[in-house]
């Protein structure tokens, strides 16, 4: 069944003509509607989607910053930053506490 776009009367799936208004049935308006609808819908969930990635990407890269800046070790002697597994100095080679 097909319904009339202008006057919304059942017709047959072969019908071309509406047999109350002799409308032109149109059987690809409401799924091409339906097309829009999702892809606008789907544009939108994207975008949303994209945004909340990148605040969990932000968030994740900045506790790691801070993990490994809170595990970087400083020489005692020069002072240099030095990997947190470092023993050695990088820069005066004396051993890291
Ligand atoms: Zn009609
Ligand atoms: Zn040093």
């Known amino acids: 069944m097909v319904y009339c776009s202008e ?6 799936d072969d019908a071309k003509y ?3 208004c002799s409308a032109l049935i149109t059987r690809t308006s409401s799924f091409e509607k339906n097309i829009e609808r999702f892809a606008d819908e789907f544009g939108r969930k994207a975008e949303q ?10 968030e994740f890269v900045k506790s790691l910053e801070e993990e490994s800046h809170s ?12 990997n947190y597994d470092a023993e050695y ?6 051993k890291i506490e």
Request: charged share 40%; hydrophobic share 20%; net charge positive.
């Open 7 to 12: 006057c919304g009367k059942k017709n047959d």
């Open 18 to 20: 509406c047999i109350k």
């Open 49 to 58: 989607f994209g945004k909340h990635v990148e605040k969990k990407v932000k």
């Open 71 to 82: 595990e970087l070790k400083h020489c005692s002697d020069c002072n240099v930053e030095c």
């Open 89 to 94: 100095c990088w820069k005066c080679g004396k």
